[in-house]
């Protein structure tokens, strides 16, 4: 059994079934309960359970502090190529895009790796448009090669790979794999993704597990909001990570609730997502598990951000670009590039002494692989 046949039997689930039957007093239940199921946590999604966010944040606070204490990890992407072989409507780097298309060499590997190393940071995350041929397997093994001497912890944010081509670049040093499905509605999933090889929904879907069993430490999912409605994304996505959590109890699971930002093409969020719902879907998914790490990106603002970090975030991005090579070699690259506009532009060490002075410890290092 995978993953996509827990995803079968609850497609045609009726979300809105459930809300219409909820009472006031069921959310007040939920949250005076130390541990909730599957059923409840969708009481926390439902449209009633926004008369309650305060009480839901009291309680996510708690969780977050018991299990995480105040330290936030701190890491940055780190964009190698921006060839691709998808049509996905939503991102800056479809094959359609009139954009400079670029890969790193060895040589610019490195510079940018002696750059963000600079700033302190030793958690880095590689990332690659999706094209098997323009970044082979073999040239994220020779990147991974040279970023090994900079950083302690390498994730991949790669096209979906089989479990053999995961434990190989395990091999190699990476031990984090961030792969996102984007939309859990496969219907929905098939229109947005017009062609290329991400059209393959279950191939994609069951990454992360491939990736958990050629044994990377830590698995990271997400969905991008704004693509389908958030509360059945969010179930998903919820259903998802607690699947990997049981079936992988020696694997860190994290999960990241991105939005849909403004890219070359100018596509639209299908669905709204406000600053209320994001709180929201931090809030529930920090209550139903504790131990969940929750990112945050700069896709979202520097207010919302430091808004949002006390109801469950536990890792954010910091002096990050969305353009390849685009800590060193900046302003070469073009903005139009770039694979999504970030909102918040500070740098690593503006986001740490915000950290501070918010009481939090940033931590730059938490993993070393002997």
């Given at each position: 059994m995978s993953f996509y046949d827990i995803y079968s039997q609850y497609k045609n689930f009726d979300l809105d079934k459930i809300f219409r039957k909820l009472l006031p007093v069921s959310i007040q239940t939920v949250l005076e309960k130390d541990a909730i199921d599957l059923n409840q946590f969708i009481l926390l999604l439902s449209p009633q359970a926004e008369n309650s966010l305060e009480g839901m944040a009291q309680k996510a606070r708690t969780i977050t502090r018991r299990n995480f204490g105040k330290t936030i990890q701190l890491y940055t992407p780190m964009y190698l190529s921006n060839y691709c072989e998808n049509s996905c409507i939503y991102c800056g780097f479809n094959l359609n895009n009139v954009i400079e298309r670029r890969k790193l060499n060895l040589e610019e590997v490195e510079k940018e790796a002696q750059f963000i190393s600079a700033s302190g940071l030793k958690h880095i995350l590689i990332l690659t448009g999706e094209s098997r041929v323009k970044s082979p397997v073999s040239y994220i093994k020779d990147c991974v090669g040279i970023l090994k001497n900079y950083f302690s912890s390498v994730s991949i944010e790669v096209y979906p790979l089989t479990e053999d081509e995961y434990a190989s670049l395990g091999a190699t040093g990476v031990d984090g794999l961030t792969?996102?499905?984007?939309?859990?509605?496969?219907?929905?999933?098939?229109?947005?993704?017009?062609?290329?090889?991400?059209?393959?929904?279950?191939?994609?879907?069951?990454?992360?597990?491939?990736?958990?069993k050629a044994k990377l430490r830590s698995i990271s999912i997400g969905a991008l909001l704004g693509l389908g409605?958030?509360?059945?994304?969010?179930?998903?996505?919820?259903?998802?990570?607690?699947?990997?959590?049981?079936?992988?109890?020696?694997?860190?699971?994290?999960?990241?609730?991105?939005?849909?930002?403004?890219?070359?093409?100018?596509?639209?969020?299908?669905?709204?997502?406000?600053?209320?719902?994001?709180?929201?879907?931090?809030?529930?998914?920090?209550?139903?598990?504790?131990?969940?790490?929750?990112?945050?990106?700069?896709?979202?603002?520097?207010?919302?951000?430091?808004?949002?970090?006390?109801?469950?975030?536990?890792?954010?991005?910091?002096?990050?670009?969305?353009?390849?090579?685009?800590?060193?070699?900046?302003?070469?690259?073009?903005?139009?590039?770039?694979?999504?506009?970030?909102?918040?532009?500070?740098?690593?060490?503006?986001?740490?002494?915000?950290?501070?002075?918010?009481?939090?410890?940033?931590?730059?290092?938490?993993?070393?692989?002997?």
């Open positions: 792969i996102y499905q984007e939309v859990y509605d496969e219907q929905l999933y098939a229109k947005m993704h017009i062609c290329g090889p991400k059209k393959d929904y279950k191939f994609r879907l069951d990454a992360p597990e491939r990736g958990a409605d958030w509360r059945r994304e969010v179930f998903f996505l919820a259903l998802h990570a607690k699947y990997l959590q049981d079936k992988f109890p020696d694997t860190e699971i994290g999960v990241s609730v991105p939005r849909v930002q403004p890219q070359v093409g100018d596509f639209k969020a299908v669905s709204r997502v406000s600053d209320q719902n994001i709180a929201q879907i931090i809030l529930a998914l920090r209550i139903f598990l504790p131990r969940l790490g929750i990112a945050l990106s700069t896709r979202e603002g520097p207010f919302l951000r430091e808004a949002l970090l006390p109801l469950g975030i536990t890792k954010i991005s910091a002096g990050s670009t969305t353009a390849v090579g685009g800590h060193t070699l900046w302003p070469e690259s073009k903005q139009g590039s770039l694979q999504f506009q970030i909102q918040d532009q500070r740098s690593v060490e503006e986001i740490k002494i915000m950290l501070e002075k918010r009481g939090y410890q940033p931590v730059f290092k938490d993993w070393l692989d002997f």
